[in-house]
């Protein structure tokens, strides 16, 4: 998978990886090997798109959001179907993070190893929740999930900026609204561990959103575009979702929304 000598192509090859474990040690392989100046990084490559995006396993089988079993805590397998649920959410977002390291050219260095960076973190939690699994007795693929976070990636693959408005800060950062119920939820239940496992990931997402917004703010400066008025276009393009409350508006604060956002939030 590290046989490439440049970043982004061996973010590709990551990306192309079927196996979580192995995408997973991949990323973490290319982001010491990076780090040690190993891989050179060309920003202006064009790269192909060979087919295959994302490499995933034949399980978990896919199916519409209201298809995805219940989630009751007093159960253990309860507890396993969502622990899944949110090794699913990690397993596409490191699949994301590469996509969005790998597919956009022409963009600062910074971006790139920012991206780097989010995959690296993701492939991360990722391992801590499928690890977490299997002290529950079950493995990732055992259960149905659901395919809406990779959709809008695909929606939005022929423009960075339409990617940074409505995959990190739109997306993402419901992440950061959802993450402490189900905190609270799953620690009342007993799992303390996966509880420390979420306080992991809500931290590390902040720094998520925060570089979506950063770059959306970026590309929204270069192209002469107001922040608010084009993002709220982007939604009705792109048909993004409705959100819904509650907020966590601390989070989102920190993860580099504005007071104006925040209002429309609360």
């Not at 119920?181 to 620690?187: E, V």
């Not at 509880?195 to 929204?220: K, M, P, Q, S, T």
Request: aromatic share 8%.
């Amino acid at each position: 998978m590290l046989d490439a000598l440049e970043l982004r192509a061996g973010a590709l090859a990551c990306l192309l990886e079927t196996d979580p474990y192995t995408k997973a040690a991949g990323v973490a392989a290319l982001a010491q090997a990076f780090a040690a100046g190993a891989l050179a990084l060309d920003s202006a490559a064009v790269l192909r798109d060979t087919g295959g995006i994302p490499g995933r396993p034949v399980r978990p089988q896919l199916v519409p959001p209201r298809l995805v079993g219940r989630r009751s805590m007093a159960t253990v397998e309860g507890r396993a179907m969502l622990v899944h649920a949110l090794a699913h959410i990690e397993f596409n977002a490191v699949n994301l993070a590469l996509d969005a390291l790998w597919r956009f050219p022409g963009m600062p260095d910074a971006y790139y190893t920012d991206w780097l960076q989010v995959s690296r973190e993701e492939a991360y939690h990722f391992t801590l929740l499928a690890d977490h699994l299997a002290t529950l007795g079950h493995a990732y693929g055992d259960f149905t999930a659901h395919d809406s976070l990779w959709e809008m990636v695909e929606s939005t693959k022929g423009d960075v900026l339409a990617r940074m408005a409505l995959v990190p800060r739109t997306l993402e950062a419901r992440g950061l609204d959802a993450i402490p119920p189900l905190r609270a939820k799953i620690a009342q239940a007993g799992d303390l561990a996966a509880a420390a496992i979420l306080d992991i990931i809500l931290r590390d997402e902040v720094g998520h959103v925060e570089i979506g917004n950063r770059w959306y703010g970026f590309l929204c400066e270069a192209r002469g575009l107001p922040l608010r008025a084009t993002y709220d276009e982007l939604v009705v393009k792109y048909r993004a979702p409705v959100l819904k409350g509650p907020f966590n508006l601390e989070a989102r604060r920190r993860a580099g929304f504005s007071e104006e956002e925040l209002a429309r939030f609360a």
